[in-house]
């Protein structure tokens, strides 16, 4: 798991900054953990700190990867 803060949900990508200061944005968040913390909706959650595991998914068809979380936990 990884610590991050959530910044913000815009145009179908959640971002999130890392400790080591990364940005990083993930197209794709496991249905349980939307249910749970609604990123997309409650403004709330911006500037708070989250641990979470996330995947990358390759396209071979096109060359791309799309990020998506597994895991989300509010700390």
Known sequence: MKTAV???????YYT???????????????PKALYKYNLKEDESFIDKTFKLTYSEVFDD???????????LTLL
């Open 6 to 12: 959530f910044k913000s949900y815009q145009d179908g």
């Open 16 to 30: 999130f900054w890392f400790d080591n200061g990364d940005e990083l944005s993930f197209e794709e968040v496991h």
């Open 61 to 71: 068809l096109d060359d791309s990867v799309i990020y998506r979380i597994e895991s």
